[in-house]
């Protein structure tokens, strides 16, 4: 199986930005698709951005959408997650999570097996 490890977590001020990565390690032959979610203390976890396993097809909610990228780099078996023009209610821990499979993105949490640990992101006001 693999297993998702986030990085690039951090604290910066509204309007920053960061980049995440998602690093597999473990079976990393075969291939997958990933999605980025975040959770917010007394929050469900929400999706924030997914990809398919060749990069062309994403998907991003609302509330993200034209601040945030997803894209990978399968040679290098990661996955970043661009965040620009950051506000305080994108804190919250962000996790990768894969899926195998060759075919589109998926956008429910349910529809992912494999978890990363997560990774704090904190926007100040």
């Known amino acids: 199986q693999v297993q998702p490890v986030e990085s690039g977590g951090g604290l910066v001020q509204t309007g920053g930005s960061l980049r995440l990565s998602c690093a597999a390690s473990?079976?990393?032959?075969?291939?997958?698709?990933v999605g980025w979610f975040r959770q917010a203390p007394g929050n469900e976890r929400e999706i924030v951005a997914a990809?398919?396993?060749?990069?062309?097809?994403?998907y991003y909610p609302a509330s993200v959408k034209g601040r945030f990228t997803i894209s990978r780099d399968n040679i290098k078996n990661t996955v970043f997650l661009q965040m620009n023009s950051l506000k305080p209610e994108d804190t919250g821990v962000y996790y990768c999570?894969?899926?195998?499979?060759?075919?589109?993105?998926?956008?429910?949490?349910?529809?992912?097996?494999?978890w990363g640990q997560g990774t704090q992101v904190t926007v100040s006001s």
């Open positions: 999570a894969a899926r195998p499979g060759s075919g589109t993105f998926y956008i429910s949490r349910g529809s992912y097996p494999y």
């Open positions: 473990g079976r990393t032959s075969g291939t997958y698709a």
């Open positions: 990809i398919d396993w060749s990069g062309t097809t994403t």
